[in-house]
């Protein structure tokens, strides 16, 4: 992560830095949600888990919302707006949570999570394909160091195919 976002070492409080943090953060607590959803015992579906998820969720993302003093009077109502509201509750936390949580059921908290090394690339990809952006030396770097640490937790299943 640190490879990746480049923080400036003289001014580290910069909101590009603490932005890029509470990413990593949300990244951290994901991850430990998924392994916390594995050791709980419990007969709801995974259905009701992600509602309830969902629920708690925005409680506490509305909570520090008001904390920060953001008015809900300040939004910009667009069919733009309101297209990626439907498609991001819809969409990509509904179904996708419900997608993931059946793969989290089969495959583990470790394996599902593999998933997020590739997060990074296909954003770069994208944003080199549709924005002309063009990768640095340290999204290189970084993309090693996501690819030696996916080598690393995968180096018996890696070694198993080439047997």
């Known amino acids: 992560m640190v490879v990746l976002s480049n923080p400036d070492p003289g001014n580290l409080a910069d909101s590009r830095t603490v932005s890029l943090l509470l990413i990593f953060l949300a990244a951290c607590a994901f991850a430990l949600g998924s392994v916390l959803t594995r050791r709980i015992e419990t007969e709801l579906p995974i259905e009701t ?3 309830w998820s969902m629920l708690i969720g925005a409680a506490v993302m509305h909570g520090v919302s008001v ?5 809900a ?3 910009q109502w667009s ?17 996708g949570f419900l997608i993931y949580f059946d793969l989290l059921a089969r ?10 090394y590739a997060a ?4 770069a990809v ?3 394909v549709v924005l002309g952006e063009r990768p640095t030396v340290a999204t290189v ?4 160091c996501i690819l030696a640490g996916f080598a690393l937790l995968k180096r018996e299943a890696i070694s198993e195919q080439f047997r």
Do not use: Q, R
Not at 67 to 71: D, I, M, N, P, V
Not at 107 to 116: A, H, K, M, Q, R
């Open 49 to 51: 888990m992600e509602a």
């Open 67 to 71: 904390g920060l003093a953001e008015s």
């Open 73 to 75: 009077g300040e939004i």
């Open 79 to 95: 069919s733009e707006a309101v297209g990626a509201l439907l498609y991001l509750s819809v969409v990509a936390s509904a179904v």
């Open 107 to 116: 495959l583990g908290p470790i394996e599902i999570n593999l998933v997020s």
């Open 120 to 123: 990074p690339i296909a954003a």
């Open 126 to 128: 994208t944003g080199l």
């Open 141 to 144: 770097a970084g993309f090693v």
